[in-house]
């Protein structure tokens, strides 16, 4: 079947990927918009070597419309979604604002893909862009033992935080590297040129960031166990693109670094590499893949059902545009959208 798509957001960082991800993967379209707000409109975006022109998110942009692509802030995901979703589409939305939502699937489809087949509210919900390749790089291993604990640290890039946050940064990366002085963050917290970041993000009461409190809730709902227990501390690093991940994760029985390594090297979008022949994770690399890419797999020295991974996946691919891409695949294959 092919299938009437409306991309929203599509002049963000999340939305420019999100036409070359659809592109890339030929994925089966009958037509294409491209949707943000009104100070976008009459802009050209570029899909599939052909010019498009934006036009303004209003209802009725959405007759016809089989699968919303939305990526916007959470405030307009929470007007507009509902009202696409009424309008008769399926709405796969990357913002924060419906993945809590028991009513709304939280999907990773490496992992979870079983879940699109109860959406309610005619919206899914893409997670957060760390806990998605953490559910890809931990599922395989949940399936030797079941999990029961993960720490996490993150190396998190600055297109984290959108268009906005990179040309802040690329901004204070050219003076910071001629020497000159650093102009004030407009998007970051403070300077991430030559700097790291833990307090990047909205500080919630429980003082856990709005980010690492979206990292416990969204583990837990994406692998289906609320009991499972989530120590995050999230860190904006000086990299551009692509998301990095230290993991130690506790199981309920100690699993061999070979079984592993095994289950890991035939998991679905996990790309495994091997320390021994040099190889190791590197965002640098990752940036522009829709993999997820684990390495350095050891054995938790101070506990024997432990295993420590180091995981880097691209936050605006995998942790967003592909990651939405293939739900959309899947809402297709499997005749949910009609
Ligand atoms: N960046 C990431 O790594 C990442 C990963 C996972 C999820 N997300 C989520 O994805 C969403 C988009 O993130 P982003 O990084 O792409 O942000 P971004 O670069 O700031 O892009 C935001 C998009 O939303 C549109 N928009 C803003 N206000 C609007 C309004 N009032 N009405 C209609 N459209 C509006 C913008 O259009 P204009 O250009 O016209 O303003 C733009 O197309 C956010 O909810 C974010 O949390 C981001």
Redesign the pocket.
């Given at each position: 079947m092919a299938v009437n798509v409306a991309v929203?957001?599509?002049?963000?960082?999340?939305?420019?990927l999100m036409r070359r991800v659809l592109a890339e993967r030929n994925f089966p379209l009958q037509s294409i918009k491209f949707?943000?707000?009104?100070?976008?409109v009459g802009?050209q975006v570029e899909f599939a070597g052909k010019p498009y022109t934006?036009e303004?998110?209003r209802p009725e942009a959405f007759a016809g419309v089989h699968i919303v692509l939305s990526?916007?802030?959470?405030?307009?995901?929470k007007e507009?979604s509902p009202i696409a979703a009424k309008a008769g589409a399926i709405v796969v939305d990357?913002?924060?604002?419906w993945r809590m939502d028991p009513d709304c699937p939280l999907v990773v489809p490496e992992v979870n893909a079983d879940q699109l087949h109860h959406i309610k509210k005619g919206i899914v919900a893409?997670p957060?862009?760390v806990a998605i390749p953490l559910c890809v790089a931990v599922k395989p291993l949940h399936d030797l033992g079941r999990v029961r604990r993960i720490v996490v640290c993150t190396y998190q890039?600055s297109?984290?935080?959108?268009?906005?946050?990179l040309a802040d940064f690329d901004a204070q990366n050219a003076a910071f590297a001629a020497g000159q002085p650093v102009p004030a963050p407009s998007a970051h917290r403070a300077q991430l040129a030559g700097n790291v970041i833990t307090l990047d993000w909205t500080l919630d009461p429980n003082g856990f960031t709005e980010e690492e409190n979206k990292v416990v809730n969204e583990t837990q709902k994406i692998l289906g166990d609320a009991t499972i227990g989530v120590a995050p501390t999230c860190v904006r690093v000086p990299v551009r693109v692509a998301?990095s991940l230290a993991v130690t994760a506790e199981f309920d029985r100690p699993i061999a670094v070979a079984d592993a390594r095994a289950a890991l090297a035939k998991a679905p979008g996990v790309v495994l590499m091997d320390e021994t022949k040099g190889e190791f994770p590197q965002p640098i690399q990752v940036e522009g893949d829709d993999r997820t890419f684990v390495g350095r797999v050891r054995k938790d020295p101070s506990n024997p059902n432990a295993l420590c991974l180091w995981v880097v996946a691209d936050?605006?691919r995998k942790?967003?545009a592909t990651n939405a891409v293939q739900c959309a695949e899947e809402l297709v294959k499997r005749g949910i959208v009609k």
């Open positions: 929203v957001g599509a002049t963000g960082a999340v939305g420019d949707l943000a707000s009104e100070k976008s802009k934006v303004a998110i990526s916007t802030p959470s405030s307009v995901s507009f990357n913002s924060s604002a893409n957060n862009c890039s297109s984290g935080k959108g268009a906005k946050g998301h936050n605006l942790g967003a």
